[in-house]
T-cell receptor, first 110, second 114 residues
């Protein structure tokens, strides 16, 4: 079993749609969780951290379910510029090392 | 505000040659990391460093060497390049001060070994 698993997609959605991605992780001792965004041939960029209480940043909402060991990302009112690959990221127990999922590709069309 | 930079951005080399990829950060972050990214594998950790003169292996360290004599620099050397090392290499850094572990990436080096 992979340490971080994501549906690779692609998710093809029209502008204005709401789309959700899920991710599962295997190590229950992980403490920090993130969503990164990666555009084609570019570096990953931190989109948002994920907290147990859930957190929102504009059109983006992230949720963490520790009991079920999954993380979600909800994007509302999708924009063309949201087209990218979204990486689910989990830290390795109490260390600074991160494990990256292989990503979920989102394509927003007009 | 340069942040984290990598050089060269593109490199073509021949099998058996030694290649060094450079990484420089201006944030004084204590941690630095080298990853490679290949289709189907996502980002895989090669080496990381918790501070100057402290380095440790990641998931895929074979064929690579690192050093960190200064906090801001973390070069990655391929001692004898092989075709399987053709990849995109990303350097990242993080500050462990806040205990949040988030990492910030350089723009990457696209390496082709012929």
């Amino acid at each position: 079993r992979k340490e971080v698993e994501q549906d690779p997609g692609p998710f093809n959605v029209p502008e204005g749609a709401t789309v959700a991605f899920n991710c599962t992780y295997s190590n229950s001792a992980s403490q920090s969780f993130f969503w990164y965004r990666q555009d084609c041939r570019k570096e990953p960029k931190l989109l948002m951290s994920v907290y147990s209480s859930g957190n929102e940043d504009g059109r983006f909402t992230a949720q963490l379910n520790r009991a079920s060991q999954y993380i979600s990302l909800l994007i509302r009112d999708s924009k063309l510029s949201d087209s990218a690959t979204y990486l689910c990221v989990v830290n390795v127990e109490d260390t600074d090392k991160l494990i990256f999922g292989t990503g979920t590709r989102l394509q927003v069309f007009p | 505000d340069a942040g984290i930079t990598q050089s060269p951005r593109y490199k073509i080399t021949e099998t058996g040659r030694q290649v060094t990829l450079m990484c420089h950060q201006t944030w004084s972050h204590s941690y630095m990391f080298w990853y490679r990214q290949d289709l189907g594998h996502g980002l895989r950790l090669i080496y990381y460093s918790a501070a100057a003169d402290i380095t440790d292996k990641g998931e895929v360290p074979d064929g690579y060497v690192v050093s960190r004599s200064k906090t801001e620099n973390f070069p990655l050397t391929l001692e004898s390049a092989t075709r399987s090392q053709t990849s995109v290499y990303f350097c990242a850094s993080s500050s462990s001060d806040r205990g949040t572990y988030e990492q910030y990436f350089g723009p990457g080096t696209r390496l082709t070994v012929t």
